[in-house]
């Protein structure tokens, strides 16, 4: 797993190499959450990936909303956690809750 410094120094690195980019920001948990408040994900246009915002459980849906942001350059929260119809889709099987705030970089 790459450090917070080792994510933006790749997300500066992408943008200097003229790559589109966005950052995934843990913003706020509860319970009992993979990654603390503060950890970031580096995303890149094609879709390349650095760094962690839950431990690997929501990191797809994570891309996904990066690609997007990217595109329409207006940032936006995601909110993941686990309920009973989600257990086995997209959550946290750890039974916490996290938001993520997304934004382009540059």
Known sequence: MNTDEEVLATAAAWRAS???VALATVVRTWGSAPRPAGSHMAVNGSGDFC????GGCVETAVVDAALEVIQSGEGRQLSFGVTDEMAWEVGLACGGKVAIWVERVG
């Open 51 to 54: 760094g962690s915002v839950s």
């Open 18 to 20: 003229g790559m589109e």
